[in-house]
T-cell receptor, first 114, second 116 residues
Framework: DVKVTQSSRYLVKRTGEKVFLECVQD?????MFWYRQDPGLGLRLIYF???????EKGDIPEGYSVSREKKERFSLILESASTNQTSMYLC?????????????FGQGTRLTVV | AQSVTQPDIHITVSEGASLELRCNYS??????LFWYVQSPGQGLQLLLK??????LVQGIKGFEAEFKRSQSSFNLRKPSVHWSDAAEYFC??????????????FGTGTRLTIIP
């Protein structure tokens, strides 16, 4: 069974902290994504990676960075957490080479910044 | 730029009634279209997808969707809903970014409530 695993379901962090959200996939997918989900706004793409150490900004990259040192792992970094980054974060992965195949999602990490 | 519009934020349907969730997209090329479902506290699961060919596509859980190029729409339908269909539904369009990479853009979602 295919799997995208996010390391935490719930996180509470303080303003100004550096926060790492981890995502691992076991499908050998080239593409990995980080989305932010907020009520009424749907899913908005923060960053995505199409290969190891390769990345592209999404629609809302400000305040975030990413790291992909290994194919199966994609990390989202909040350099200095702020209260407006309180949200649900979803990681996804997909295969490449076949046009827009299905994206598989993790369970999400609900981050609260206080 | 590509975009997806789901005009209905919240829909309430009686169990056993039919369902149609609307989705309109904006994209200059041939779209790749998806419907995902998110149950409470869960990630997203693919219901169905359209790439080419037959414009009526069948998905899991008895859902279907019809692609209408002239209306830029990809509406999701189910003839008879079950209480377990209560969830949030997202329409998405796949496209190639300026750097030649594959991306998905999502709509804002439609929350479906089922009443007995």
């Amino acid at each position: 069974d295919v799997k995208v695993t996010q390391s935490s379901r719930y996180l509470v962090k303080r303003t100004g902290e550096k926060v790492f959200l981890e995502c691992v996939q076991d499908m050998d997918h080239e593409n990995m994504f980080w989305y932010r989900q907020d009520p009424g706004l749907g899913l908005r793409l923060i960053y995505f990676s199409y290969d190891v150490k390769m990345k592209e900004k999404g629609d809302i990259p400000e305040g975030y960075s990413v790291s992909r040192e290994k194919k199966e792992r994609f990390s989202l970094i909040l350099e200095s957490a702020s209260t407006n980054q309180t949200s649900m974060y979803l990681c996804a992965s997909s295969d490449s080479g076949v046009p827009n195949t299905e994206a598989f999602f993790g369970q999400g990490t609900r981050l609260t910044v206080v | 730029a590509q975009s997806v519009t789901q005009p209905d934020i919240h829909i309430t349907v009686s169990e056993g009634a039919s369902l149609e969730l609307r989705c309109n997209y904006s994209y200059g090329a041939t779209p790749y279209l998806f419907w995902y479902v998110q149950s409470p506290g869960q990630g997203l699961q693919l219901l169905l997808k359209y790439f080419s060919g037959d414009t009526l596509v069948q998905g899991i859980k008895g859902f279907e969707a019809e692609f209408k190029r002239s209306q830029s729409s990809f509406n999701l339908r189910k003839p008879s809903v079950h209480w377990s269909d209560a969830a949030e539904y997202f329409c998405a369009v796949g496209f190639i970014s300026n750097f030649g990479n594959e991306k998905l853009t999502f709509g804002t979602g439609t929350r479906l409530t089922i009443i007995p």
